[in-house]
Structures are given as structure tokens and as C-alpha cells.
């Protein structure tokens, strides 16, 4: 394709196709802060009971319930595996196993 099929395609009002999942580091920068939050508190090991719902209202100012409505979201949107691959997708596979056992 050259110079100005690209232009012309890009320029097609018809087009509302979002492009930003083409370009990884776009997705990813376009992450809210606290959906970055949530990603990494998910990378982060906690001690022991508790302690993990307690980081959430304490440095994310929600509630576990929400928390976890949050992020179950997260890990279907396509910035969030661009941001974290890793962890999105280990979360995803524990949330499947999960289903697959019920």
C-alpha cells in the first residue's frame, strides 16, 4: 500500500474502526492510572489473609466487590493485555479454571 491509499484510508469518515489496539504501546498508554493500579497490585505476593483487600482500600480507595468487577473487565479489555501481557493473561487462565470447575 502506498502513501496515499494509507492517507486516504486513514482519512475515511466511514472508518471509526479505533486503531490503537494495532499499535501496542498505544493501548497501553492509554490505560486510566488507576486500571495501571489495579495491574500491579495484581503482580504484587501478599502474606497472608486479608492483607491483600486491605492494599486495595488502603492505596486504591475501593471496595474488594468493586475491585474485583474492575478487573474482571480489565482482563477483557485489549490495552490491559498490551500494557501486561503477563499478568493478564495468568489471570485469565485462573478465571477460566475457575469457570471450568463450576
Do not use: C, W
Request: proline residues 6%; hydrophobic residues 35%.
Amino acid at each position: 500500500m502506498n502513501q496515499d491509499e494509507d492517507r486516504d484510508r486513514d482519512m475515511d469518515p466511514d472508518r471509526d474502526e479505533d486503531q490503537s489496539h494495532d499499535r501496542p504501546e498505544a493501548a497501553a498508554a492509554s490505560l486510566a492510572d488507576r486500571e495501571q493500579a489495579i495491574l500491579a497490585l495484581e503482580r504484587r505476593g501478599f502474606p497472608g489473609p486479608g492483607a491483600k483487600e486491605r492494599a486495595i482500600r488502603e492505596e486504591l480507595g475501593l471496595a474488594p466487590v468493586r475491585y474485583y468487577q474492575l478487573l474482571n473487565a480489565l482482563l477483557d479489555d485489549r490495552r490491559a493485555l498490551a500494557h501486561d501481557p503477563v499478568t493478564v493473561n495468568r489471570l485469565r487462565r485462573v478465571r477460566e479454571a475457575r469457570r471450568a470447575e463450576r
